[in-house]
């Protein structure tokens, strides 16, 4: 009988250079390669909005100096905010993430990711998913015709966004979820951001967990006051003060049993295309953490896919 199991793949997003690498250019796209390959993953996550990706013609180039070192480019993480009220908003949004899947495609990628949106006071649950779920579903035919996986993750709060993910809590999300049903439409899982929404991770995962297709692996703790502290500064621009990435392993989440749960459900299955990737959010704290962060997820997938 065959062997159906892979380990999943491991790739590093560049959470602690972001600002470099998307606002004040301190850092170039080549020297994050360079980190990620003195790292030893698989791959490098990209952010749709950095710098030196402004430029179409220069993709090309991209994907071989991701190639020559020794990497892939598995995930392309972009923030389309389509639960705005105004049509022609959404539609540029739509049109975008279009673009951004031309760029996914191009740098060789098969996961691009997708969001709700802003959860703005002025749009009602019902209006938010039905926007959400018919834009989505507007970008899914370019998707499949570059052969690229569109990924909803459980977020909450772009960088650079005012107010937080409108499918943020569990029961929002998997109600966005299940409006979509198509082969190019999957969940990538992010533990951290269900502890964020004041929710059980595990609990969301129970409820997603034939829908997962990749991960963001992260630890968070708050640097100060409580959880309900953070919920009124929801509608602060981009993340809170009081919220930290820690090392992963050392924070709030349940890795063996996230990893367990994931394994039993098909994740990292040899037979699935394309394969299941992890993506780090890590390293805000120094590149040593960030390693430390590398060898704990590949002991943890060595232990639950041997």
């Not at 937080?164 to 409006?179: G, I, N, R, S, Y």
């Not at 394309?274 to 232990?303: C, H, M, N, T, Y």
Request: with cysteine; proline share 6%; glycine share 6%.
């Amino acid at each position: 009988m065959p062997n159906n199991t892979a380990r999943p793949k491991l790739a590093a997003f560049p959470k602690a250079w972001m600002d470099d690498l998307t606002l004040t250019g301190k850092m170039s796209l080549r020297q994050w390669i360079d980190i990620a390959a003195s790292l030893k993953v698989d791959g490098v996550e990209l952010y749709f909005d950095f710098l030196d990706l402004k430029d179409a013609s220069t993709w090309p180039a991209t994907r071989r100096m991701i190639e020559d070192a020794g990497l892939a480019m598995p995930m392309l993480c972009v923030s389309p905010d389509f639960t705005h009220p105004d049509p022609a908003f959404r539609q540029q949004q739509v049109d975008r993430q279009k673009h951004m899947i031309d760029m996914t495609a191009t740098l060789g990628g098969q996961y691009c990711r997708v969001l709700s949106g802003q959860r703005r006071p002025e749009v009602s649950r019902a209006q938010g998913i039905q926007y959400a779920a018919d834009s989505i579903k507007a970008c899914l035919p370019h998707a499949r015709e570059k052969g690229v996986t569109l990924i909803l993750e459980n977020h909450y709060k772009d960088n650079y966004w005012q107010y937080p993910e409108f499918a943020q809590k569990t029961e929002v999300f998997c109600e966005l979820v299940d409006q979509i049903q198509d082969p190019n439409f999957g969940v990538n899982y992010d533990p951290s951001n269900t502890i964020l929404a004041g929710e059980d991770p595990l609990d969301l995962l129970a409820k997603v967990k034939h829908r997962v297709v990749t991960m963001h692996a992260s630890d968070r703790y708050l640097a100060s006051g409580t959880i309900e502290d953070l919920r009124k500064e929801e509608d602060s621009l981009g993340y809170a003060q009081r919220l930290r990435h820690g090392e992963i392993g050392k924070g709030m989440n349940d890795y063996d049993a996230i990893f367990s749960t994931l394994k039993g459900a098909g994740f990292g299955n040899a037979l699935r295309n394309p394969p299941s990737w992890i993506s780090i959010e890590d390293g805000v704290d120094g590149l040593d953490q960030l390693q430390r962060s590398v060898q704990f997820l590949r002991e943890k997938i060595a232990k639950h896919w041997p």
